[in-house]
Nanobody, 115 residues
Framework: QVQLVESGGGLVQPGGSLRLSCAAS????????WGWYRQAPGKERELVAR????????TYADSVKGRFTISRDNAKNTVYLQMSSLKPEDTAVYYC????????WGKGTLVTVSS
């Protein structure tokens, strides 16, 4: 019932910035908390940012605090992740999903931080 389309990934140099977008379709988008997850090669998927249904509350993993900002536009059914001061360890496939995640996951968008 929900479609997820992540975009905005790419290759950036350390210290650079990138903005990811997640276009989601489905019922009751605005009443659910959404999050950005990432999965690096050989590692488990982890939640790096969460935003409440109204957008009034955000939570971040310690590894990205102060560098990443999650936001949402409920009128557009879109969730964003603004990333700055990127580090090589941020390299991963980034996914958006409900918090907790649904069974269905989109293809994600690859972020590669390298010089």
């Amino acid at each position: 019932q929900v479609q997820l389309v992540e975009s905005g990934g790419g290759l950036v140099q350390p210290g650079g910035s990138l903005r990811l977008s997640c276009a989601a379709s489905g019922r009751y988008f605005s009443i659910y908390a959404w999050g950005w997850y990432r999965q690096a090669p050989g590692k488990e998927r982890e939640l790096v940012a969460r935003i409440s249904g109204t957008g009034g509350t955000t939570t971040y993993a310690d590894s990205v605090k102060g560098r990443f900002t999650i936001s949402r536009d409920n009128a557009k059914n879109t969730v964003y992740l603004q990333m700055s001061s990127l580090k090589p360890e941020d390299t991963a496939v980034y996914y958006c999903n409900l918090v907790p995640g649904m069974t269905y996951w989109g293809k994600g968008t690859l972020v590669t931080v390298s010089s």
